[in-house]
């Protein structure tokens, strides 16, 4: 099969979704491999070290997209990408759709077939989205931390605190992934952590991670109450590859101190604070009621040497199932990972959305 993997063109984002010792991989299994000039440079990898292995470089988007037949990419595809792909096209990458309607209806106008990353489930696990979420759940405590500082808008607070000071408060909202780290990254820095979750095993887990972390079950009047003496709400809320749920209410936002921050991860499935609204790296955040919003739709775009090797590792086993002879629709976790096919909506957590 001919695999071409485009250079991404969300704002700043600078992750590839197949690195060399992959696309070697797939070369040794007899099929073609099309990577756009400079796709990997942020993440660190010159064209010629995937030439010197036998990918072919191309020029431009054009070309990728009329060479490949299984398109593999990292973010969604926007209005270049949109313009190029045709209906014989397998795409394969995260597509958020629940909180795109345009976006879903333009491929549905294609045709083509769209795997999502984050609807790929495998024994209970979303495998591809995982990675992703560990590192965006990081990302989230430290630009959290950075953003309380005074010349960045904050309260100008230290969140571990010191002797004769006090601790900054953290609330975590979702104990999965994303905010498992987040936790575990603001407890490490001596933050006092209070984490909300529903699943009993995951708030045990929360609790582990120290003394400094309570884990409480998400009972609205509780979160308000918590929302409101925090200094960092980060919000990682998610229903596999529907639309968030929003957890945190305006009213909320406005009973907290002015200067305190809100970090959204559910951004890419449309976001769990009523107040928060997409933004890019380049203009990241805006402020509500004096409280400093977070929501950056592509975090792990940030980081793309760490993010590009870890997201190629989730996802290349699953490469290699789709560029098989045969019917890869027979393996379950793909099988379920369809999200549009041939003008419909195939998932059915996005059935009503169009």
Request: with cysteine.
């Amino acid at each position: 099969m001919r695999i071409g993997i485009p250079s991404e063109t969300k704002t700043l984002e600078g992750r590839v979704a197949l690195v060399p010792a992959a696309c070697a991989d797939l070369l040794r299994h007899g099929h073609e491999v099309y990577v756009q000039a400079g796709a990997g440079l942020k993440s660190g990898f010159s064209d010629d070290a995937y030439t010197r292995i036998g990918v072919h470089i191309v020029p431009d988007a054009a070309a990728l997209y009329e060479k490949g037949e299984l398109i593999v990419k990292v973010k969604e595809p926007i209005a270049g990408d949109l313009a190029l792909l045709k209906k014989h096209h397998l795409l394969f990458c995260y597509l958020h759709l629940a909180a795109e309607p345009e976006l879903t209806r333009k491929l549905l106008a294609i045709g083509l077939t769209g795997v999502a990353f984050e609807s790929v489930e495998d024994h209970g696990g979303l495998p591809l989205l995982h990675p992703m979420s560990v590192i965006a759940g990081r990302i989230a405590t430290q630009m959290g931390t950075t953003l309380l500082h005074q010349p960045q808008g904050g309260k100008g607070k230290l969140l571990g605190g010191m002797a004769s000071t006090p601790r900054g408060k953290v609330v975590v909202l979702g104990a999965g992934a994303a905010g498992g780290n987040a936790a575990a990254l603001a407890a490490a820095a001596g933050a006092n952590v209070v984490v909300f979750d529903k699943r009993p095993d995951r708030m045990a887990e929360m609790m582990a991670l120290g003394p400094n972390v309570t884990a409480l079950y998400a009972y609205e009047s509780l979160v308000a109450e918590e929302v409101a003496a925090a200094d960092i709400v980060v919000g990682a809320v998610l229903i596999p590859s529907a639309k968030a749920p929003r957890v945190v209410t305006e009213a909320m936002v406005k009973s907290m101190e002015k200067g305190s921050v809100l970090v959204d991860i559910s951004i890419d499935q449309g976001g769990c604070f009523e107040t928060s609204r997409p933004t890019t790296w380049k203009d990241p955040t805006y402020s509500v009621h004096g409280v400093t919003h977070f929501a950056v739709t592509n975090m792990p775009g940030a980081v793309p040497q760490t993010s590009s090797l870890a997201i190629c590792a989730a996802i290349l086993p699953y490469v290699q199932r789709l560029a098989a002879d045969g019917d890869w629709r027979q393996f379950e976790p793909l099988r379920k990972g369809i999200n549009v096919e041939a003008g419909k909506i195939v998932h059915p957590a996005l059935q009503d959305m169009v």
